[in-house]
């Protein structure tokens, strides 16, 4: 209807008509409204993740890390990415160092069969494996690499460098459901169960991703560290992968500890 045919109609129209008018004007109006906002908020969308992926991209230029896209899901998820015998081999080169009775290297483990299940293959435990036959086995089983794996016992223990390593470090190697400020829990405590717990984790993760804070595809307000205080940043998470490292450990590096790279940050 053009404006001064409805400005007309206005002025002769008697109440109802005049309420009939607005009956069909308002929900006009609001449809408009609402597509402006909303092509306001998308717009508005656009540009965060275009700024945060620009950021992004200049970390992975000067430090090689994208903390958006920090493993291709087709290299996480291969179970099959390292032998027994070429995870061996990084224990001894990494552990090069450790020469006591508790070296990773050297360890061996009980380790108890698991049943197949929706996240994971069976496992075939028996008695005194090898902390090699322990990671290749659980990767092999839940289809994640053992470089990851490796990876991630690094990170969290420092396990295939350490000289002396503590008991603790065994029992809470994966860091799973041991958290920085208490105990570990005891269904998880100890090598063998971190190692396959943390391999059927990220399986459980892949499945469950929607019930977790991490998700590919978005932005993702990322933390530098437990305490709050030390700040974050958006992260725009590329892929699978990424979003269940972070779901499994919510935390980025900022760009100090990224400078300081073996050494340590401000965070």
Not at 3 to 29: C, D, H, Y
């Amino acid at each position: 209807m053009k404006p001064g045919n409805l400005r007309r109609q206005w002025r002769k129209a008697g109440f109802r008509q005049r309420a009939a008018i607005v009956a069909k004007i308002v929900p006009a109006v609001v449809a408009a409204v609402a597509l402006i906002v909303g092509l306001t908020c998308f717009v508005s969308w656009r540009v965060e993740i275009g700024m945060a992926r620009m950021a992004q991209n200049q970390l992975q230029s000067q430090y090689d890390f994208n903390p958006g896209n920090i493993i291709d899901d087709g290299l996480f998820f291969n179970g099959n990415a390292m032998s027994e015998q070429q995870v061996q081999a990084i224990l001894d080169q990494q552990g090069a160092r450790c020469s006591g009775a508790k070296c990773l290297k050297t360890m061996t483990f009980d380790t108890q069969s698991q049943p197949a299940n929706e996240y994971c293959q069976a496992y075939d435990g028996g008695g005194k494996e090898t902390a090699a036959a322990i990671i290749y086995k659980a990767g092999k089983a839940c289809g994640i690499s053992q470089k990851v794996l490796l990876t991630v016992l690094q990170k969290e223990q420092n396990l295939l460098t350490a000289t002396d390593p503590s008991d603790f470090q065994f029992k809470s190697a994966m860091g799973l459901n041991c958290p920085d400020d208490a105990d570990c829990s005891p269904q998880y405590a100890g090598f063998f169960r971190q190692m396959y717990g943390a391999a059927k984790r990220y399986q459980y993760y892949a499945h469950h991703e929607d019930q977790y804070g991490y998700h590919a595809g978005r932005l993702n307000y990322v933390r530098y560290n437990p305490n709050s205080s030390c700040g974050g940043s958006n992260v725009y998470i590329e892929n699978k992968a990424t979003a269940l490292l972070y779901i499994y450990t919510p935390y980025q590096p900022n760009e100090a500890a990224l400078a300081a790279g073996s050494g340590e940050g401000d965070a």
